[in-house]
């Protein structure tokens, strides 16, 4: 038992969090830095902090994550790390030779309060910026926010710098993801190649944190959303922005910046979700869907009828990243599951509205909690005083899962225990079948384990 110490008694907190259920702003920057080609993301701060980041997504993608820092000393954090910063640009052009740095800040640099754009213009003017190189940057103080919050403003930098209208328009669509897999990714790109639809994605973190084994090291692997895709954002004919706390920023910046009209959708988890991912798809492009794509929706439903019974009113926790959990949410209510708890770390009205819009027939009276205080602590004492039969979330829900006792689907970031999330996609229908089967995997494994022996069958 070791949350043995979590009480069944739920005080109110105003100032206190524990367990909490997101990470730092950076590593959603650096995530999103990672997804573009030739891309060394920089850390402005100390060796610590970009240790930590860089490590948090080696655990989780299993691929090693090359990320430079400023190393800030005593010294810098006195006086401002300019210096070390112009330096690090020079360095990392001399050595490494990526075709971008991305620099993020992080808690140290924004509370010293160095001016990270007139750093990097500094560089520019002072001629550590090779010709055809670039530097782009923003700003991740984490003491608010979240992973996601980084992963936004990222976003919003590589529009800034990159995306530019010409005036003519392309046949093409952005589309702007939110964190997901590499393989979710992957996914996305095989889906608009079957509806025929020129895209940009971006970032695109596919053949980069999921790149083979070929027995040669690529220090910048050949997957990536590359410069000309970037700057060709501006001449797109639509966004379609995955992830409104992720995206909604970015592709409100790119239409008030390049006149690209936007819609913003939810991340296509599940099948509701999907169905509207390809028919936002569809209409952008104005392209029919094509039987490869219903087809597949038809397995799907037909997994959904066949197995019903063992998902009907099944009580689930989760928490995680509000991206995945309003989709997901929509999901289990699909499935005619019971979502009775759900918890983000990650702040934002919106949030809320969403899950009780999706839950206002089916689960009126679920927990809800998302922001500073919303935190495993939290969960846990809900799923003490009336428990679950499922945990969805990522690996610190495994605490409370043994403790408890409850079949636990690892989903979302960081998963640090287990492997295949980077490889097998949970967005579109492909994706939701595989979620189908991990959480009918769980709950029928749970069922045998229980079963007396009159009542242990073999057809289930
Ligand atoms: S929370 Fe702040 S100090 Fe801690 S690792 Fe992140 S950026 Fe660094």
Same mark, same amino acid.
Request: charge should be negative; hydrophobic fraction near 35%; aromatic fraction near 8%.
């Given at each position: 038992? !070791?949350? *043995? ?18 990470? /730092?702003? =950076? ?12 891309? +060394? ?7 610590? /902090? /970009? ?7 080696? *655990?989780?993608?299993? &691929? %090693? ?8 000393? &005593? ?62 940057? /923003? ?27 010409? #005036? ?13 897999? %590499? ?11 079957? +509806? ?12 980069? !944190?999921?790149?083979?084994?070929? #027995?040669?090291?690529?220090?910048? =692997?050949? #997957? ?65 869907? =094509? ?39 929509? !999901? ?21 509205? *969403? ?5 206002? &027939?089916? +689960? ?49 970031? =960081?998963?640090?225990? *287990? ?8 967005? #579109? ?10 959480? !009918? ?15 242990? &069958?073999?057809? +289930?």
């Amino acid at each position: 038992m !070791l949350l *043995r110490h979590t009480p069944k008694e739920i005080k109110e907190r105003k100032a206190l969090t524990v367990n909490p259920a997101k990470t /730092c702003q =950076p590593i959603g920057a650096m995530y999103a830095a990672l997804g573009i080609h030739g891309c +060394m993301p920089h850390s402005h701060g100390s060796q610590g /902090c /970009c240790a930590y980041h860089r490590s948090a997504l080696t *655990r989780h993608y299993k &691929e %090693p994550v090359m990320a430079a820092t400023s190393s800030f000393t &005593e010294g810098s954090s006195v006086f401002g790390g300019q210096a070390n910063l112009i330096q690090a640009i020079n360095n990392i052009f001399t050595i490494y030779n990526p075709d971008i740095i991305a620099v993020h800040t992080t808690c140290l640099s924004e509370t010293i309060g160095d001016d990270v754009n007139q750093i990097c213009q500094k560089a520019r003017d002072d001629g550590k910026v090779p010709e055809g190189k670039h530097v782009i940057h /923003c700003n991740t103080p984490s003491y608010v926010g979240s992973h996601i919050t980084g992963y936004s403003n990222m976003l919003k930098g590589i529009i800034k710098y990159f995306s530019k209208s010409t #005036g003519v328009k392309k046949d093409q669509i952005n589309i702007i993801s939110g964190w997901i897999e %590499p393989s979710d990714m992957r996914e996305i790109k095989n889906i608009v190649n079957q +509806m025929g639809i020129k895209v940009v994605l971006f970032p695109d973190t596919s053949d980069i !944190l999921d790149a083979p084994q070929t #027995g040669v090291h690529a220090f910048y =692997p050949k #997957g990536g959303t590359t410069i000309p895709e970037l700057t060709s954002t501006g001449d797109s004919k639509f966004s379609l922005a995955l992830g409104e706390f992720a995206t909604d920023a970015a592709a409100k910046d790119l239409d008030s910046k390049c006149k690209v009209k936007f819609k913003t959708i939810d991340l296509p988890i599940g099948l509701s979700a999907t169905d509207r991912f390809i028919v936002a798809l569809s209409n952008a492009a104005d392209v029919d869907v =094509p039987s490869s794509i219903t087809e597949e929706r038809g397995r799907l439903v037909d997994i959904i009828t066949d197995m019903q019974q063992y998902f009907y009113n099944k009580r689930v926790a989760l928490f995680g990243d509000p991206d995945q959990l309003i989709p997901l949410t929509e !999901l289990l209510v699909d499935l005619d599951m019971k979502p009775v708890y759900i918890v983000s770390g990650t702040s934002g009205k919106v949030f809320d509205r *969403r899950i009780k819009e999706i839950l206002a &027939e089916s +689960m009126p009276d679920a927990k809800v909690k998302n922001g500073a205080n919303a935190d495993l602590f939290l969960l846990h004492q809900w799923i003490k005083n009336d428990p679950v039969d499922l945990i969805i979330g990522n690996t610190y829900g495994k605490y409370i899962a043994r403790d408890e006792d409850i079949p636990f689907l690892r989903m979302g970031f =960081p998963i640090l225990d *287990r492997v295949g999330h980077s490889y097998f996609p949970t967005v #579109g229908y492909s994706g939701a079948m595989r979620i189908l089967e991990k959480i !009918l995997n769980l709950l029928m494994d749970r069922q045998d384990r229980d079963s007396s022996e009159e009542s242990f &069958e073999l057809v +289930m």
